[in-house]
């Protein structure tokens, strides 16, 4: 669990959410400006998450800063995992496992495949998206 952090120039207590995101970007020595520009998000709106302990940002913003700081977005709102995210890390290991035995033409192969199966993904309808007529 995260300790509590007080801004030190307004003294006041960061929302846990702000408190998760000030450690990530001190971690990367990334200021507020540098994670709007970054994002694409104006710096009055990042700047606000972290002076109003209630300020709750939008979904779309917490995607975009969450891609920029390599986490997901579960893991902003909530501090948890995202499960989904979890599995594809697994996948990453496991690939990186088979990657690492097998033979250099097989690897090609292998990469070859992950291509094909990518440009397969691409052709497939998004989930949640309207159906085309």
Known sequence: MLASTKCKLWGMTYSPFANR??????????SVAALARESGLKYHEVHT?????TAKPASL?????????D????FLLTG????IEEEKDLGVRAIRHLARQL???????????????????DR??????????
């Open 21 to 30: 995101l000030k450690e990530l970007m001190d971690s990367r020595s990334m």
């Open 49 to 53: 998450w972290f002076r109003r302990d």
């Open 61 to 69: 913003s917490v995607d975009k800063v969450a891609k920029v700081l």
């Open 71 to 74: 986490v997901s977005s579960t």
């Open 80 to 83: 948890q995992p995202d499960p």
């Open 103 to 121: 033979e250099p033409d097989l690897l090609r192969r292998l990469l070859d495949h992950g291509e094909d199966l990518l440009s397969e993904q």
């Open 124 to 133: 497939r309808p998004q989930l949640g998206a309207p159906e085309e007529k």
